[in-house]
C-alpha cells in the first residue's frame, strides 16, 4: 500500500485555498430535498405516461423515458449518499442512501468502502475497488460494461457472497473490520428484499413492480452506464494526478439534474466531499487549474465506442474529440482476454 500515492488534488497539484474550500464543502438539506422533490415529480409523471401508454406503442418511449429517470438518478443519489454530502442531517443521508442503492443494486456499507477506495486510488490497477471494466476497452468489454450485464453479474455474484460472510480478500482489505458483520447483515437484507419482491409477484400475479420498477431499472441501466462510463474511459492508469485519470464534461441542465452535476467529474474527485450543488462553482474555482470539460455525454460515448470496436479491429484508435492516454491512441492489436 505504502508504494502508492493517494490520488487527491495534493497530487495532482491543484490548489484551493482554505476559506473557499470550507464555504463549498458546507452541507445542506435544502438542495438535496429539492432535488429529491423534482426527482420524485419527474418519477410520477413518467410513471402516469407509462400507465397511459400500456398496450400501445407509446410503452417504447414511455418506458425508456421513466427507466432513465429511474436509474440515473438513483445511481447519483447513492454516489452522493455513499459521500454524505446529499443531505447535512446524517438519518436522511442514510435512508435515502439505503433506497437509491437498492434500485442501483449496491449494498451500501460495500459501496460506502468501495467508493472511498476508488477515490484514494482512483484508475490504479490492483487497488481501485470500482476499475469496473477491462482496459484499455474492447468491444466486448464495451458491450458488458454498457449492457450491465458485467454489473448484474458481479453484483449476483456480491451479494451472495457478502451475505455468507465469504468475504472476497479485496473487501476484507478495504472494509473496516468493525464493519464486516454490518455488510453482512445489510447484504442479507438485500437479496431479502429483492426475494421477497419477486414472490409477491408470482403468488399475487401483481404486475405494477415489473411495469414501474423492475423493467424501467433494465431499461434505464444501459442509459446510466452511458454517463458513468465517461468517467475514466481511455484515461491513464497507474499514475497519481486526478488531471490525467479522470474527466469532466459539458452538460445541459437535465444532464446536470439526473447526474448531480457530476459531469463535473474531475473536479469532485479533486475535492470530493464538496456537495453536488457545489460543483459548479468549485469547477469555476478551478478552470485556470485543470483540462477543459470534454464535450457532452453523447459525444464521449460516440467516440469511446468507435475507438473500442477499432482497438478489436486492430485499427489506428486516436482519439479525436476527447482527452485520451498517450498510451491508448495509434495502431493496437486488440488486447489478450483477462485471466
Not at 468501495?114 to 490504479?124: F, K, S
Not at 413492480?209 to 492508469?237: C, D, K, N, S, W
Not at 465506442?305 to 479491429?313: G, K, N, P, Q, T
Request: with cysteine.
Amino acid at each position: 500500500m505504502s508504494d502508492y500515492q493517494a490520488t487527491n488534488a495534493s497530487s495532482s497539484g491543484v490548489r484551493l485555498d482554505k476559506k473557499t474550500l470550507k464555504a463549498l464543502s458546507r452541507r445542506s438539506d435544502r438542495p438535496g430535498l429539492r432535488w429529491l422533490a423534482t426527482w420524485a415529480a419527474l418519477l410520477t409523471g413518467s410513471g402516469t405516461l407509462v400507465y397511459l401508454s400500456l398496450a400501445t406503442w407509446w410503452i417504447v418511449p414511455a418506458m425508456l423515458l421513466h427507466g432513465t429517470l429511474l436509474a440515473v438518478p438513483a445511481y447519483s443519489l447513492s454516489h452522493e449518499c455513499a459521500h454524505g454530502t446529499a443531505f447535512r442531517t446524517r438519518r436522511l443521508n442514510e435512508v435515502f442512501f439505503w433506497l437509491s442503492s437498492l434500485i442501483y443494486i449496491e449494498e451500501p456499507t460495500h459501496r460506502r468502502y468501495a467508493h472511498a477506495r476508488h477515490h484514494t486510488y482512483t484508475w490504479i490497477k490492483g487497488k481501485d475497488a470500482q476499475m469496473s471494466f477491462h482496459t484499455p476497452l474492447t468491444a466486448w468489454s464495451w458491450f458488458m460494461e454498457i449492457s450491465t450485464f458485467g454489473h448484474l453479474i458481479y453484483e449476483a455474484r456480491l451479494l451472495t457472497r457478502n451475505a455468507l460472510g465469504a468475504f472476497d480478500d479485496e473487501v476484507i482489505e478495504f472494509t473496516p473490520a468493525s464493519e464486516l458483520a454490518k455488510l453482512k447483515w445489510g447484504a442479507r437484507a438485500f437479496l431479502a428484499i429483492y426475494g421477497g419482491l419477486a414472490a409477491y409477484v408470482i403468488v399475487t400475479g401483481a404486475m405494477w413492480p415489473l411495469v414501474y420498477i423492475v423493467v424501467p431499472r433494465l431499461v434505464g441501466g444501459p442509459i446510466m452506464q452511458v454517463f458513468t462510463i465517461t468517467q475514466h474511459a481511455e484515461l491513464e492508469e497507474d499514475q497519481p494526478s486526478i488531471l490525467r485519470s479522470t474527466r469532466s464534461f459539458r452538460s445541459g441542465p437535465i444532464g446536470r439534474f439526473v447526474y448531480m452535476n457530476m459531469n463535473n467529474h474531475m473536479e469532485h474527485h479533486l475535492y470530493p466531499m464538496t456537495p453536488f450543488h457545489a460543483l459548479p462553482t468549485l469547477a469555476t474555482a478551478l478552470q485556470e487549474q485543470v483540462p477543459e470539460p470534454d464535450p457532452s455525454v453523447v459525444r464521449i460515448n460516440a467516440e469511446v465506442l468507435s475507438i473500442a470496436v477499432r482497438r478489436s479491429l486492430g485499427l489506428d484508435t486516436t482519439a479525436r474529440h476527447i482527452r485520451q492516454a498517450d498510451g491508448y491512441a495509434g495502431r493496437e492489436p486488440m488486447p489478450a482476454p483477462a485471466e
